[in-house]
């Protein structure tokens, strides 16, 4: 509890305690994730360039992960129940669903 804490250090509120903790480190976090991104962007525009020098294809996308896999296979499942399988890969037209019918009175 922020109540407590603040009867502990001595501090008046909330924030002012934020200020004395966080405040302090809070340049040199920013700093050093400007750093970081700006490295990443450089080595992305290097290996673009080298790849386009070289006629490499571009890299290749980084696989899906284990949650993607599981919602792309009911994704799947879902299509395939509704009876639309293979409208992803255009190779047939959907399976039509069946129309009601109605008993006519005789």
């Known amino acids: 509890d922020g109540r407590a804490l603040n009867a502990i250090t001595g501090h008046q509120s909330d924030e002012m305690r ?12 920013l700093a050093t994730a400007s750093r970081a991104r700006e490295a990443a962007r450089e080595l992305a ?5 080298r790849d386009a020098e070289t006629g490499a294809p571009p890299a290749a996308p980084p696989p899906i992960s284990r949650w ?3 919602r792309e296979a009911k994704k799947a499942r879902r299509r395939a129940a509704d009876g639309h399988a293979n409208e992803a890969s255009g190779t047939e037209e959907p399976t039509p669903k069946p129309t009601p019918t109605r008993k006519m009175r005789g």
């Open 18 to 29: 934020r200020r004395v903790y966080q405040q302090r480190i809070r340049d040199e976090v």
């Open 45 to 49: 525009v290097e290996a673009a360039k």
């Open 68 to 70: 993607q896999q599981v």
